[in-house]
């Protein structure tokens, strides 16, 4: 456990030097190979596509260094000391990254929704019970979260959900159905957004709860993708009680509790966090080369295009953080840098199509071909995760270039 009383006025330079000494004790320097064509995994994926035993072995392993960097103070940096922060500043974290960023340690993929969406929003939202219960509990990954929003009628429009919660004395009993749930199948609570109260206009009658997902009355189905894993689900709730104190927020001011949630999926998204940001320049280049259209005018060009869009959405979430960071309100800013990275994957999909044409479709067995079908099936999803393309050029629409109002048929 992070020696807490030090924590607190710790220079950088001595985070650094304990940070080094945590490493080396507990992981491998990264050892940057230039491994060259044909070497090693071809895999680029936006979704990995695992069989449930490599899941299990691939979230066992992020576990353990989750309770080993959180037990040594590394787990939740500028988070607070009562729910076992440290309550440094951001830049403590951004270094921390970037000392990590040179050792081998295990994806932290498995928590992504739980630490990046659901935790800020309890943070933000819930009774102090649920935050002594959870944070800790989610920060050291004793527990996963996922997010129940979507619902087989209500995506885009998520003010439209019909799943019910119903107040019976200190508890409510919660029915419907949610879809597209990410890692439900291995989630022990679920950030859910209620209707409770039909009569009122449809963003207002809405209520946030934490519910755990091993209560009864909760099942969970898996559902398979055009990738072909099966990495989200649909969840069916029956009757199933949460108690009151498991509320976020005030009865019927869900809406503010779920952009809340939405904001911070966005700023993950956008910063590569749904492992997007993979775009390797050299594979690329490399392709290039195998298939001797390096010096096709029109390729170059679009590979410029690809690198420059992939260094603007970069940037753009980069300025879009920083606003975070200095204690503002994330804005649209999160809706222009999702949009600029998703572009950007349409961008580098039709050049591999380009470059690839049937190698993109059926297997040879060639190295380094085949395997970018991959990525090319996973940005669809990408597209339509955290708010799809056009509800994110309606955003920007309306609230940066000042147009009308998108017109609003359900009212
Ligand atoms: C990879 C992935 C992971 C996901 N994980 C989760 C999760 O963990 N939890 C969760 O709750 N949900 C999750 N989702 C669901 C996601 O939030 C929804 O798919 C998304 O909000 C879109 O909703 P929908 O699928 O119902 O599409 P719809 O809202 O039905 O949209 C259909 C089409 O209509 C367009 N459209 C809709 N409204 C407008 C408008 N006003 N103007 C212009 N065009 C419009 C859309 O752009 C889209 O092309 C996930 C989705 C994906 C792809």
Avoid at 18 to 23: K, S, T
Wanted: charged share 25%; hydrophobic share 40%.
């Amino acid at each position: 456990m992070a020696d807490t009383k030090v924590a607190d006025t710790v220079s950088e330079q001595e985070f650094r030097e304990a940070a080094l000494a945590f490493l080396r004790a507990h992981a491998k320097p990264k050892v940057r190979e230039e491994t060259s064509w044909g070497e090693g995994s071809d895999e680029v994926a936006i979704f990995r596509e695992e069989s449930p035993e490599e899941q299990a072995a691939e979230l066992e392993a992020a576990r353990s260094w989750r309770h080993a960097t959180f037990d040594a103070g590394y787990g939740w940096i500028t988070g607070p000391r009562r729910y076992g922060g440290r309550e440094l500043p951001s830049s403590f974290e951004r270094l921390y990254q970037a000392i990590e960023s040179d050792f081998e340690v295990p994806s932290q993929a498995p928590f992504g929704i739980g630490l990046g969406m659901v935790a800020p929003t309890i943070l933000a939202h819930a009774t102090e019970r649920a935050k002594d219960l959870y944070l800790r509990a989610l920060y050291r990954a004793d527990l996963i979260g996922c997010q129940l929003f979507s619902e087989p009628g209500a995506g885009s429009d998520l003010a439209g959900l019909q799943t019910r919660a119903v107040r019976d004395g200190e508890e409510w009993v919660v029915t419907g159905q949610k879809v597209w749930t990410s890692g439900a199948q291995h989630s022990d609570i679920g950030e859910i957004i209620c209707r409770t109260d039909p009569d009122l206009p449809k963003h207002k009658g809405l209520t946030g709860f934490i519910v755990d997902m091993h209560a009864p009355g909760v099942e969970v189905r898996p559902l398979r993708q055009m990738t072909g894993g099966a990495s989200f689900n649909e969840v069916f709730f029956t009757d199933v009680r949460v108690p009151d104190d498991h509320r976020l927020g005030d009865v019927n001011q869900g809406w503010t509790v779920a952009l809340t949630t939405l904001m911070n999926e966005r700023a993950a998204i956008g910063g590569g966090g749904a492992g997007v940001g993979m775009l390797n320049p050299r594979r690329l280049v490399d392709l290039l080369h195998q298939l001797d259209r390096q010096d096709d005018p029109l390729v170059r060009q679009q590979l410029a295009e690809v690198y420059i869009g992939n260094e603007v959405a970069r940037y753009t979430n980069l300025r879009a953080m920083e606003k975070v960071k200095a204690g503002q309100l994330p804005g649209p800013e999160m809706s222009i840098a999702k949009l600029s990275l998703t572009n950007n994957l349409r961008r580098l999909s039709d050049l591999l199509g380009l470059v690839l044409g049937p190698r993109l479709t059926a297997d040879s067995g060639e190295w380094g071909t085949y395997a970018w079908s991959q990525l090319v099936l996973g940005v669809p999803g990408i597209r339509v995760a955290g708010g799809t393309d056009e509800v994110m050029k309606n955003i920007i629409g309306e609230r940066v270039l000042g147009l009308p109002k998108e017109p609003q048929p359900a009212r």
